[in-house]
T-cell receptor, first 113, second 116 residues
Framework: NAGVTQTPKFRILKIGQSMTLQCAQD?????MYWYRQDPGMGLKLIYY???????DKGEVPNGYNVSRSTTEDFPLRLELAAPSQTSVYFC????????????FGNGTRLTVT | AQSVTQLGSHVSVSEGALVLLRCNYS??????LFWYVQYPNQGLQLLLK??????LVKGINGFEAEFKKSETSFHLTKPSAHMSDAAEYFC??????????????FGKGTKLTVNP
């Protein structure tokens, strides 16, 4: 099993550009999450999904959008990139929500200049 | 809402020494508690989790954590540090609520350095 796969690994964007961070999992997990990690700040939840067609905002959703058309895929869209979105982004999935461990991808390092 | 506090953003130990990484949580109901480890340029991996079955939880790579309700703590320990333990460690808490849910909340992380 590949687990959770994120692409790309690295990306540099100019201010105002758009991009989509891809995330796919092959574990048939219903729950999927997007986090951003900034130095010394831990992980902050951006968006999550409890199943295909259902998404909801997390702690820091502004400037991002998501969709969940299939169980496997959960892309994260940045419409107008800003320097504040420079971060490392992690996608994760889990079998259940409350007490199931998260399975993380290896992250996408994004720089906005 | 629950929260997690990790005491010490950086901890340095000598190889072979005891590792102690501190985590305190706030929650009015019994929580689910987790420790995750992040190696450089990788995502987080589960070390261990507490789900009320036993207060002393054993995880991978020789790590264990003890749930102490009276102290609202879930400290991570390893008797003898190895160079390969150098990583960042995150404590996290979640709980189930009626009519809704609480997402996993992460602490800010503790970076462990192991000196030869």
């Amino acid at each position: 099993n590949a687990g959770v796969t994120q692409t790309p690994k690295f990306r540099i964007l100019k201010i105002g550009q758009s991009m989509t961070l891809q995330c796919a999992q092959d574990m048939n997990h219903n729950y999927m999450y997007w986090y951003r990690q900034d130095p010394g700040m831990g992980l902050k939840l951006i968006y999550y999904s409890v199943g295909a067609g259902i998404t909801d905002k997390g702690e820091v959703p502004n400037g991002y959008n998501v969709s969940r058309s299939t169980t496997e895929d959960f892309p994260l869209r940045l419409e107008l990139a800003a320097p504040s979105q420079t971060s490392v982004y992690f996608c994760a999935s889990s079998y259940m929500e409350y007490n199931s461990p998260l399975h993380f991808g290896n992250g996408t390092r994004l720089t906005v200049t | 809402a629950q929260s997690v506090t990790q005491l010490g953003s950086h901890v340095s130990v000598s190889e072979g020494a005891l590792v102690l990484l501190r985590c305190n949580y706030s929650s009015s109901v019994p929580p689910y508690l987790f420790w995750y480890v992040q190696y450089p340029n990788q995502g987080l991996q589960l070390l261990l989790k507490y789900t009320s079955a036993a207060t002393l939880v054993k995880g991978i790579n020789g790590f264990e954590a003890e749930f102490k309700k009276s102290e609202t703590s879930f400290h991570l320990t390893k008797p003898s540090a190895h160079m390969s333990d150098a990583a960042e460690y995150f404590c996290a808490v979640s709980r189930e609520e009626k009519g809704g849910s609480e997402k996993l909340v992460f602490g800010k992380g503790t970076k462990l350095t192991v000196n030869p």
